[in-house]
């Protein structure tokens, strides 16, 4: 089992930048699929980004050519850079890896 924690959210204006950031308890180096999920106020948890060991991104159509994926497996670390943030990507955000999830960190953007 892998222990995930989340940090970097925050309240940011409209159009405002931030970096997230998911550390693992272990080595992720063996680890292929590493993601990112978000739950807006009342709706459902959403993948927003995954990433695999050899770098291959995949985005959801809502954060495309906004957000970038990236892990640094000498840290223990998958980063999720956020720019251009509207308010509709006012959520907590997650950090998945083989059905282990983080408590989240809270992502609010003011219009």
């Known amino acids: 089992q892998v222990q995930l924690v989340e940090s970097g959210g925050g309240l940011v204006q409209a159009g405002g930048s931030l970096r997230l950031s998911c550390a693992a308890s272990?080595?992720?180096?063996?680890?292929?699929?590493m993601a990112w999920y978000r739950q807006p106020p009342g709706k459902q948890r959403e993948l927003v980004a995954d990433?695999?060991?050899?770098?291959?991104?995949s985005y959801a159509d809502a954060v495309k050519g906004r957000f970038t994926i990236s892990r640094d497996n000498a840290k223990n670390t998958v980063y999720l850079q956020m720019n251009s943030l509207k308010p509709e990507d006012t959520a907590v955000y997650y950090c998945?890896?083989?059905?282990?999830w983080g408590q989240g960190t809270q992502v609010t953007v003011s219009s």
């Open positions: 998945m890896c083989r059905n282990n």
């Open positions: 272990k080595s992720i180096f063996s680890i292929n699929l």
């Open positions: 990433i695999t060991n050899d770098g291959s991104t």
